[in-house]
Antibody
Framework: QVQLVESGGALVKPGGSLRLSCAAS????????MTWIRQAPGKGLEWVSY????????YYADSVKGRFSISRDNAMKSLYLQMDSLRAEDTAIYFC????????????WGQGTPVTVSS | EIVMTQSPVTLSMSPGERATLSCRAS??????LAWYQQKPGQAPRLLIY???TRATGIPARFSGSGSGTDFTLTISSLQSEDFAVYYC??????????FGQGTKVEIK
């Protein structure tokens, strides 16, 4: 079955860096567009970043543009999010999610990894 | 950016009742609209895509309707496991993909 498992979340100081990973299994990872979505404590869902199946196209929310970088390794079936210059407002649960092949909805989600930015 | 607005913020219902959740887009999203369910401590789960198509394994008591700017998620008879937060999301114009702020369906 489809499985997405995030890791790498931690407590980090403002201005610090963190790299999140998402390990995929149960499907042909290289066929799918992938995204990162976050949820601040007690808040709603916010799309963060997108990467195409071939890595040729990436997009970022304005709130993270220039600070975050998405990448993937199709051979390793893994998705990454490099987060630099972290701010308190980046504190959230970070989910990786798969975009459905013929739709733009997110049809599979990982369980999330928590990121806390605090001094 | 398309802004998604959900109403009500909270819906207090009893098991067995019919729940109707609304989602409005700031401009037309055609039928490129999804609904998700999220329970505490869990990831969101896709319920509906294409405004009205149930995702794999989703019970028939969940139905979606609408097109353009106005959408509805209906739960025909609330079960105990349906009390959760529901989000709508548009994928007509991206980036960014945008979500509504959520509707919490709570036990009355």
């Amino acid at each position: 079955q489809v499985q997405l498992v995030e890791s790498g979340g931690a407590l980090v100081k403002p201005g610090g860096s963190l790299r999140l990973s998402c390990a995929a299994s149960g499907f042909t990872f290289s066929d799918y567009f992938m995204t990162w979505i976050r949820q601040a404590p007690g808040k709603g869902l916010e799309w963060v970043s997108y990467i195409s199946s071939s890595t040729s196209t990436t997009y970022y929310a304005d709130s993270v543009k220039g600070r975050f970088s998405i990448s993937r390794d199709n051979a390793m079936k893994s998705l990454y999010l490099q987060m630099d210059s972290l701010r308190a407002e980046d504190t959230a649960i970070y989910f990786c999610a798969r975009m459905a092949l013929w739709e733009g909805a997110f049809d599979s989600w990982g369980q999330g990894t928590p990121v806390t930015v605090s001094s | 950016e398309i802004v998604m607005t959900q109403s009500p913020v909270t819906l207090s219902m009893s098991p067995g009742e019919r729940a109707t959740l609304s989602c409005r887009a700031s401009q037309s999203v055609n039928i490129n609209l999804a609904w998700y369910q999220q329970k505490p401590g869990q990831a969101p789960r896709l319920l509906i895509y294409g405004a009205s198509t149930r995702a794999t394994g989703i019970p028939a008591r969940f139905s979606g309707s609408g097109s353009g700017t106005d959408f509805t998620l209906t739960i025909s008879s609330l079960q105990s496991e349906d009390f959760a937060v529901y989000y709508c999301q548009q994928y007509n114009n991206w980036p960014p993909w945008t979500f509504g702020q959520g509707t919490k369906v709570e036990i009355k």
